[in-house]
Nanobody, 112 residues
Framework: QVQLAESGGGLVQTGGSLRLSCAAS?????MGWYRQAPGQQRELVAL???????RYADSVKGRFTISRDNAKKMVWLQLNSLKPEDTAVYYC?????????WGQGTQVTVSS
């Protein structure tokens, strides 16, 4: 079973940036970044295939960028122009179906 470890979250002001990292312990295919805000369902915000094709939720398009290094089994999410509504715990997992066990996630808090 692949283990996932997310890192890089923090507290930033509106308009700030963060870079989230996801380290996988085993082989991965298409991967995504998900987020879950308090009281809301977890949602997929960005997806990247093994070939590097990407897709984004409308709410983050133009602000977030997903990337990966297949050899290092790493996936990143660059978050720019952050808004308070981006506040959530961010997770990585297989996408579009999250087939791995969830990691601990990384908290992103955007202050207004």
């Amino acid at each position: 079973q692949v283990q996932l470890a997310e890192s890089g979250g923090g507290l930033v002001q509106t308009g700030g940036s963060l870079r989230l990292s996801c380290a996988a312990s085993g082989s991965i295919n298409a991967m995504g970044w998900y987020r879950q805000a308090p009281g809301q369902q977890r949602e997929l915000v960005a997806l990247i295939t093994t070939g590097g094709s990407t897709r984004y939720a409308d709410s983050v398009k133009g602000r977030f960028t997903i990337s990966r290094d297949n050899a290092k089994k790493m996936v990143w999410l660059q978050l720019n122009s952050l808004k308070p509504e981006d506040t959530a715990v961010y997770y990585c997992n297989a996408a579009p179906q999250a087939s791995f066990s969830w990691g601990q996630g990384t908290q992103v808090t955007v202050s207004s």
